[in-house]
């Protein structure tokens, strides 16, 4: 027997309720939104993780396309996608931060904007269309570790060419992250790695007999400095699109050596993100970081020390084509123009390699994401749903294509 139909104030309830912070896994959700879709029709399929500890959602409603263009042509349908993990809830909330809670015009738990407030909309609106109905499918595509460096999206994009039950996918997609409903054609991208410093240890009396790779990272560092003030000067294609941050951000975001007071420290890790924005390239970028780091490493008193790297995560920018008829629609239905551009990444940047048209848009803001006391305003999950219905109406009912 199929669940009882939720109100999407209540399925939000239970999505919330589901502790899926990223360092857990995120099974039972995917398998409670499985069962809750589940239905003739509509094909639920699960994509695990390597290690079977997590799994992807993918959610195929009303008719199949055709493999006639090999995938490259337009292809009508609507994507809706979205993440299920969530950053840690962390000390400071006032309530339960795995309970909603009513808090006058919003609802207040971990991750009712980011982005758990758009999946329980999804979820409610592919459960209500009647599968008959649909010209061309819906899609829901949601994923697990974004948060940790779009983990599942790119496992999904690395892995799609040769999952058995795999089907072509329409164009138009819709990433539901919190935009305050502003429509997002543009964000920056993240590169990550980690540069492992490693000198001699010898006891701290006696500090000639071995090499400091703390002091090293210290000047990794201030090489790093340098190399931040120079990208903040640079204006690549496209830099005005993003007017707080028109150049690709470099943070040194953690720093880890040492092990006791009396050791000259042997090891220190260093760990840097740049944002890349839409057209650089990244692993030119990547390469600079690595280069400051090795000069800086490569000399001082009492000697050098070696350094070696490690890729962390990429997450690629987006930059969705112009004329895309998704960015049109959601114009339209919005009054609001598809220019926009962030400077956090999404899925959208994995997932376009799949070929799609990666707007992204959805309820609640940004800047009170992963802070306690999260909150998704009402209003805006209210005015999400027929802007959504209209967009299933467009694409999937009428067979718009994208």
Request: net charge negative; charged share 20%; aromatic share 4%.
């Amino acid at each position: 027997m199929a669940a009882p139909p939720l109100s999407d104030a209540e399925l939000l309830a239970r999505l919330v309720a589901f502790d899926t912070t990223s360092d857990r896994s995120n099974l039972e959700l995917a398998e409670f939104l499985a069962g809750y879709l589940e239905r003739p029709g509509v094909r639920v399929r699960l994509l695990p993780s390597g290690d079977a500890e997590k799994a992807n959602l993918v959610v195929f409603a009303g008719p199949a396309l055709g493999d006639a263009d090999g995938g490259h042509g337009d292809r009508p349908g609507l994507v809706l996608s979205g993440h299920m993990d969530v950053v840690p809830a962390g000390e400071g909330w006032s309530s339960d931060p795995f309970t909603l809670t009513d808090a006058g015009d919003s609802w207040v738990a971990r991750g009712s904007a980011d982005m758990k407030g758009f999946l329980a909309l999804a979820a409610n609106l592919a459960r209500a269309v009647e599968p008959a109905r649909l010209a061309a499918p819906l899609v829901l595509i949601l994923t697990y570790d974004e948060e940790v460096g779009m983990l599942g999206a790119r496992h999904l994009v690395e892995s799609w060419d040769g999952v058995p039950w795999r089907e072509p996918l329409p164009r138009a997609a819709v990433i539901g992250e919190p935009t305050e409903l502003a429509v997002v054609a543009a964000h920056k991208g993240h590169v990550k790695l980690r540069a492992v410093l490693r000198g001699r240890s010898a006891h701290s009396g006696y500090p000639h007999l071995g090499v400091n790779a703390i002091e090293a990272a210290g000047r990794a560092i201030a090489a790093l400095t340098e190399l931040r003030r120079a990208l903040e000067s640079e204006r690549p294609p496209g830099a005005e699109r993003f007017a707080e941050t028109p150049y690709p951000a470099l943070n040194v975001a953690t720093v880890h050596g040492g092990t006791a007071v009396n050791v000259v420290p042997e090891r220190c890790a260093v760990e840097v993100g740049v944002r890349v924005l839409p057209g650089m390239d990244a692993a030119a970028l990547a390469e600079r970081v690595r280069a400051a780091i090795a000069a800086a490493a490569g000399g001082g008193d009492p000697g050098p020390v070696e350094a070696s790297f490690e890729p962390l995560a990429e997450s690629p920018p987006l930059a969705v084509r112009a004329g895309a008829p998704i960015l049109a629609a959601l114009a339209e239905l919005t009054g609001r123009d598809g220019l926009g551009a962030v400077s956090y990444a999404t899925d959208g940047g994995w997932l376009a390699r799949l070929g799609l048209d990666c707007a992204v848009w959805g309820p609640g803001s940004i800047t009170v994401a992963h802070k306690p006391d999260e909150s998704l305003p009402k209003a805006d999950l209210a005015a999400a749903r027929p802007v959504l219905e209209a967009l299933i109406e467009r694409f999937c009912v009428r067979g718009g294509a994208a």
